[in-house]
């Protein structure tokens, strides 16, 4: 079945940066855009980027712009996740999303990592 | 502050039926399709609508989707415990040239 396992729970600094992975399996990883969202404690769902199914174009929210970083290893169908200058905000919990439908990418997330906790504190 | 609006809460009992809405713009929901999302506690989201009314294998017609203008509706029929959950839409937006995905602030489902 389609899964996606993502990195264990991360510790950082501010001023840090952070890399998050994300491991498929059950489907083509080579056909499918790879988005990532992350939530606040007790917030909702803020959309960072996504990744297209070749890896070789990304597009990130304008918020994320400069700091952010995402990326793709076709050899080991993984997705990665990396986050800059890390500050108190970015403490949150990073998911990773597949959009349903081949070769699309139109925000139909059919599956999520479990997700991985990032704190930032000093 | 989100970008789709969505109640912060709503309760009903068991049994019974309940609507959540979502509401946005033309440079969002007017324009695209919309997703509803379902989040148990301490768990990842969950699709339950895509592309406004479509539900995906596994979902059961309890769960139906709507969309109006620049408006969205889920509604759950026959609530059961385990829909309990907070439930997020979302679509994209055009605002930007890029554009991005949004999502509404969540609805929390409460049994009374």
């Known amino acids: 079945q389609v899964q996606l396992v993502q990195s264990g729970a991360e510790v950082k600094k501010p001023g840090a940066s952070v890399k998050v992975s994300c491991k498929a399996s059950g489907f083509t990883f080579t056909r499918h855009y790879i988005h990532w969202v992350r939530q606040a404690p007790g917030q909702g769902l803020e959309w960072m980027g996504k990744?297209?199914?070749?890896?070789?174009?990304?597009s990130y929210a304008q918020k994320f712009q400069g700091r952010v970083t995402m990326t793709r290893d076709t050899s080991t169908n993984t997705a990665y996740l990396e986050l800059s200058s890390l500050r108190f905000e970015d403490t949150a919990i990073y998911y990773c999303?597949?959009?349903?439908?081949?070769?699309?990418?139109?925000?139909?997330?059919?599956?999520w990592g479990q997700g991985t906790l990032v704190t930032v504190s000093s | 502050q989100s970008v789709l609006t969505q109640p912060p809460s709503v309760s009903a009992a068991p049994g019974q039926k309940v609507t959540i809405s979502c509401s946005g713009s033309s440079s969002n929901i007017g324009n695209a399709y919309v997703s509803w999302y379902q989040q148990l506690p301490g768990t990842a989201p969950k699709l339950l609508i895509y592309d406004n009314n479509k539900r995906p294998s596994g979902i059961p017609d309890r769960f139906s989707g709507s969309k109006s203008g620049t408006s969205a509706t889920l509604g759950i029929t026959g609530l059961q415990a385990g829909d309990e959950a907070t439930y997020y839409c979302g679509t994209w937006d055009t605002t930007l040239s890029t554009g991005h995905v949004v999502f509404g602030g969540g609805t929390k489902l409460t049994f009374l």
């Open positions: 999303a597949r959009d349903m439908e081949e070769f699309s990418s139109a925000a139909r997330f059919d599956s």
């Open positions: 990744i297209n199914p070749s890896g070789s174009s990304t």
